[in-house]
């Protein structure tokens, strides 16, 4: 019997030969990143009594969340985070200025695959995009893990996603995992490791990659994976990442799944997630019509620059319905600056998009909240009530070209009706 | 490692952003225990009394990592938390701060909204005092018992490191 992703890493990760799901195990993480809870880490770290750190280098402090501060109260929690970094020779800190943790890290080749990587982030899932085991945990958990250099983890079962492509036009990777979360529901896979395999897959770009993986989180998996190619490859290369830097990891043909799961991608429309549940998932047309307030194009799932780009391709020479709002917020400085130089923040702004600072903004509710009664059509990750401003408003998710459509219309719309076919194809 | 108390009982997939909403998550802990839960039932943070049992359904403590929901409900002064089942962060995350969480498929189907529940967290026991049904939950590794027992993963570290040295 082979192994399968989970197993060969935490086995790695623990230093024993082999490990089967249900092990638990001692587990040193490559990377330890800490967010807008790093403070509490801190503060955690002063309740233990100790000032030695394990090694400072495996230590990554993003300052994402609630950025900049908007009270006295964040910025002394941010200033104690900066301070902390520079007297501990923490090098990984990246200041308010940079974006969503989970996207700079990635960017500047602190992410490489065959890691184990631990967060104060439950989306921390996303790492598997590029052949990483990562996952959420507290912060106390981080602290310890500052110190000790392990924590304890239990080797988790693995679930196989088979996706067959090509996708068809205008559905995109959160398409294919709001389908997933839909027919798997919110603890489809609580605990498990989710693999992504198929035709689909192969090849795929590690924009749309980080999509499928920071989703996982939403069906409650504890790692996410798709196999590193040569579209990895490339992509660590342009971080700064040389090939002879990592050492890949692929579970065994023969490893144990619990389960297996297909998707047929060629046959799949637009999907939406609608109130209050990642997992009540609709298609496009039973969505369509719906009035919404507000547009949000943000978060680690799907504020990308290739997501902006797509989100543009709608916007361009149209604007933005009266009175609807379209807040635009870029994952990353990095970003940003590729969708000024490029233009694409230029057909953003022409179309009447608000565009804020890189880092969470609404999604973690900090600015582009609602009223109550309102609607918003985002292109994050959760529709929890409450998580954007009142009770008593509503989120639906969906990818940016149905946001971009959405905003352009005013009520929930279907991005094929804005996209010209390639010649040839049947619509 | 026992409670005795009210069964304060809540439905499934509840996510950490209704223990604390995301508006009161920077705010002190003592708001955060005023409000735990509140859009669910006001009356469990008014109410509430040291020792009484929060039971709730499948998939406890979905969505956001937020350490602080788990904080907020140890700091109503419950003697734990008996779940159909957790999401895995948030189960950690009990662990961690020496809050009792028992896994008991099939427990919210067996009590009713101000039961008197006795559990036993080391032998998994569950004893419904009004119906006198006991139900037996998952057992929790004896690693996880020795974080419980030292309040959690910081003072088993704490009393780690003081042993070393």
């Given amino acids: 019997m082979g192994s399968t992703f989970a197993e060969k890493l935490l086995a790695r990760a623990a230093g024993e030969g082999v490990t089967q799901a249900g092990q638990i195990v001692d587990a040193y993480p490559n990377l330890i990143m800490s967010h807008a809870a790093s403070w509490r880490c801190i503060r955690t770290l002063e309740k233990l009594g100790t000032d030695k750190l394990f090694d400072p280098d495996r230590i990554a402090m993003v300052m994402d969340h609630n950025s900049p501060a908007y009270s006295a109260k964040t910025a002394g929690d941010q200033k104690l985070c900066r301070e902390f970094a520079a007297s501990h020779g923490i090098k990984k800190f990246y200041d308010v200025d940079a974006g969503i943790a989970h996207v700079v890290l990635i960017e500047e080749g602190h992410v490489r695959p065959g890691m184990l990587l631990i967060g104060t982030d439950s989306h921390s899932t996303i790492y598997g995009a590029l052949g990483v085991a990562g996952t959420g945990v507290g912060f106390s958990e981080v602290t310890a893990t500052w110190v000790c250099g392990y924590l304890w983890m239990m080797v988790p079962e693995s679930i196989k996603v088979v996706i067959e492509g090509p996708l068809s036009h205008g559905v995109y990777a959160k398409d294919v995992m709001l389908k997933l979360i839909g027919e798997l529901t919110a603890d489809g896979a609580t605990y498990c490791s989710v693999e992504f395999h198929g035709s689909y897959v192969e090849g795929l770009s590690v924009s749309e990659r980080m999509t499928l993986c920071n989703l996982a989180m939403e069906v409650g998996a504890k790692f996410a994976y798709v196999p590193p190619d040569e579209v990895t490859r490339e992509y660590l290369e342009r971080c700064g990442v040389a090939r002879d830097a990592y050492e890949e990891i692929f579970p065994d043909s023969d490893a144990r799944y619990v389960r297996e799961v297909h998707i047929d991608g060629e046959t799949l429309v637009p999907q939406v997630a609608c109130p209050d549940t990642v997992d009540n998932v609709k298609s496009i047309e039973d969505v369509a019509g719906t009035p919404v307030n507000q547009v949000f194009i943000g978060s680690c799932t799907n504020a990308k620059y290739e997501d902006l780009v797509e989100a543009a391709s709608i916007l361009r020479g149209r604007h933005v319905a009266p009175g609807v709002r379209l807040i635009v917020t870029p994952a990353s400085k990095q970003v940003l600056r590729r969708a000024i130089d490029s233009g694409v923040m230029s057909v953003l702004l022409d179309s009447g998009a608000l565009v804020t600072n890189p880092g969470c903004g609404a999604c973690a509710g900090d600015g582009g909240v609602m009223a109550d009664g309102e609607v918003t059509l985002s292109t994050a990750n959760r529709n929890f009530r409450g998580r954007m401003g009142s009770y008593d408003s509503e989120i639906y998710l969906a990818s940016p070209v149905v946001a971009a459509a959405t905003a352009v219309r005013g009520v929930i719309a279907d991005p094929r009706d804005f996209i010209a076919l390639p010649e040839g194809s049947i619509a | ?165």
């Avoid at chain 2, 008014?46 to 359904?57: E, S």
């Avoid at chain 2, 990592?65 to 002064?77: E, F, S």
Wanted: hydrophobic share 40%.
């Fill in chain 2, 1 to 165: 490692m026992k409670a005795r108390g009210r069964c304060w009982k809540f439905g499934d997939n509840i996510p950490t952003d209704q223990m604390v909403r995301s508006d009161r998550a920077i705010g002190s802990m003592d708001d955060m225990r005023k409000h735990v839960l509140e859009n669910l039932n006001p009356a469990f943070a008014r109410d509430v009394q040291p020792g009484d049992i929060l039971v709730a359904g499948r998939h406890f403590g979905q969505s956001s990592g937020r350490a602080v929901a788990p904080k907020a409900l140890q700091a109503t002064g419950i003697g734990g938390l008996v779940v159909d089942s957790a999401a895995r962060l948030f189960y950690r995350n009990c662990y961690e701060i020496g809050l009792p969480l028992l896994q008991c498929p099939g427990i919210t189907a067996g009590v009713d909204d101000g039961d008197i529940l006795a559990v036993d967290f080391e032998s998994g026991i569950i004893t419904n005092e009004r119906s006198n049904v006991s139900l037996q939950g998952e057992a929790i590794p004896p690693f996880l018992m020795d974080m419980l027992r030292a309040g959690g993963l910081i003072p088993m570290a704490g009393r780690l490191a003081e042993e070393e040295q």
